[in-house]
């Protein structure tokens, strides 16, 4: 019987990372290769292609790059002799990536997002184990047609929901509102439930200047002006609570609004979806009244890599609203 076919992109991050004696800090270092010489038996559950993408660590990915990756992606899943793919992921940017992925590719084969929180000059390294639990998922059965997942800690988490919740735990990335979809436990991927409502955005280019502003306590427009004047094409406010702000913002939102500047909404709130509840000045029914668009459940990074997407496919503010609050649009190319 011939094993399934995964190939696994690398991209970078702490997974390819050790300690340099030099600085004394963790930096690029181990080849793609050595990487995968770590995780072992694999070759008894799949054959490995490798791909190099690139070596830099997470925060340097950043939304061009991720359509790269992307093109990179959808023409491997293209390929009749490849059943899956892995990808090796800094954790820094990791969950936009994959939502990202999730959003731009509709694929019945798999496609899984792993990294590592610690470094191979550390102990308790989790690279080779996070990597051989991502390919274990990758061949399952049980992964095909879920989307992008991400697969950490032993963990089966949906692109769509998952954030990276702690700044040093092996076990920080969670999806906060549901629990996990699933484990991978024995080498054997075991999911607890479905994904509901998948959305697609059928694009493969993506408009960078969109800014996420975070609301605090007294806030006024300064920002929200300085976005438009500098350029920007959308901007994400992560408003308080069930998605208000201080009065003293709504200058600027109006302003941005008038310029043709998309507004999306979130909260601030680790789990939660906002909602036109409120009524007074500043509260989500003026603002909804005003023209904001509603972003639903997704943290502001998510909500500003959906709106980076929304607007390479239509420029229209009603149409980007159907997009950002609606789970399904477009046509697929």
Same mark, same amino acid.
């Given at each position: 019987?011939?094993?399934?076919?995964?190939?696994?992109i690398?991209?970078?991050?702490?997974?390819?990372?050790?300690?340099?004696?030099?600085?004394?800090?963790?930096i690029?270092?181990?080849?793609?290769?050595?990487?995968?010489?770590?995780v072992?038996?694999? +070759?008894?559950?799949?054959?490995i %292609?490798?791909?190099?993408?690139t070596t830099?660590?997470?925060?340097?990915?950043?939304?061009?790059?991720?359509?790269?990756?992307?093109?990179?992606? #959808?023409?491997?899943?293209?390929?009749?002799?490849?059943?899956?793919?892995?990808?090796t992921?800094?954790?820094?940017t990791?969950?936009?990536?994959?939502?990202?992925?999730?959003?731009?590719?509709n694929?019945?084969?798999?496609?899984?997002?792993?990294g590592a929180?610690?470094?191979?000059?550390? *102990?308790?390294?989790?690279?080779?184990?996070?990597?051989?639990?991502?390919?274990?998922?990758?061949?399952?059965?049980?992964?095909?047609?879920?989307?992008?997942?991400?697969?950490?800690?032993?963990e089966?988490?949906?692109?769509? %929901?998952?954030?990276?919740?702690?700044t040093?735990?092996?076990?920080t990335?969670?999806?906060?509102?549901?629990?996990?979809?699933?484990?991978?436990?024995? +080498?054997e #991927?075991?999911?607890?439930? %479905?994904?509901?409502?998948?959305?697609?955005?059928?694009?493969?280019?993506?408009?960078?200047?969109?800014d996420?502003?975070?609301?605090?306590?007294?806030? +006024?427009?300064?920002?929200i002006?300085?976005?438009?004047?500098?350029g920007?094409?959308?901007?994400?406010i992560?408003?308080?609570?069930?998605?208000?702000?201080?009065?003293?913002?709504?200058?600027?939102?109006?302003?941005?609004?008038?310029?043709?500047?998309?507004?999306?909404?979130?909260?601030?709130?680790?789990?939660?979806?906002?909602?036109?509840?409120?009524?007074?000045?500043?509260g989500?029914?003026s *603002?909804?009244?005003?023209?904001?668009?509603?972003?639903?459940? *997704?943290?502001?990074?998510?909500?500003?890599?959906?709106?980076?997407?929304?607007?390479? #496919?239509?420029?229209s503010?009603?149409?980007?609203?159907?997009?950002?609050?609606?789970?399904?649009?477009?046509?697929?190319?």
């Amino acid at each position: 019987m011939n094993k399934p076919r995964i190939a696994v992109i690398f991209t970078g991050g702490t997974i390819s990372m050790s300690v340099d004696p030099r600085i004394g800090a963790a930096i690029p270092s181990l080849s793609s290769q050595e990487i995968l010489s770590l995780v072992t038996n694999i +070759d008894k559950y799949a054959t490995i %292609e490798i791909i190099n993408f690139t070596t830099l660590p997470g925060p340097h990915i950043g939304p061009a790059l991720m359509m790269d990756l992307r093109r990179i992606v #959808v023409d491997t899943l293209n390929r009749e002799n490849i059943d899956g793919v892995v990808i090796t992921h800094g954790t820094d940017t990791l969950e936009e990536t994959a939502f990202l992925l999730d959003l731009t590719i509709n694929s019945k084969k798999s496609v899984i997002i792993a990294g590592a929180m610690r470094n191979s000059s550390e *102990l308790g390294y989790d690279g080779p184990s996070n990597l051989a639990a991502a390919v274990c998922t990758a061949i399952s059965p049980e992964a095909k047609g879920k989307g992008v997942l991400v697969v950490m800690n032993n963990e089966v988490n949906a692109a769509s %929901e998952v954030t990276k919740t702690n700044t040093l735990s092996l076990d920080t990335f969670k999806s906060l509102e549901f629990g996990p979809l699933g484990i991978v436990d024995n +080498d054997e #991927v075991i999911l607890h439930r %479905e994904i509901v409502n998948r959305q697609h955005i059928y694009t493969d280019t993506i408009i960078p200047e969109v800014d996420l502003i975070k609301c605090v306590a007294g806030m +006024d427009s300064r920002l929200i002006k300085f976005c438009v004047d500098s350029g920007s094409r959308g901007i994400v406010i992560e408003a308080m609570g069930r998605g208000n702000v201080p009065p003293g913002m709504i200058d600027g939102i109006t302003y941005a609004i008038a310029n043709n500047v998309a507004v999306v909404m979130v909260s601030r709130c680790p789990t939660g979806r906002v909602l036109d509840t409120y009524g007074y000045v500043g509260g989500g029914r003026s *603002l909804r009244n005003l023209g904001v668009i509603l972003g639903g459940d *997704l943290p502001g990074q998510k909500a500003r890599i959906k709106l980076m997407l929304a607007l390479s #496919v239509t420029q229209s503010l009603n149409e980007i609203k159907q997009i950002m609050e609606h789970t399904q649009y477009g046509t697929k190319k």
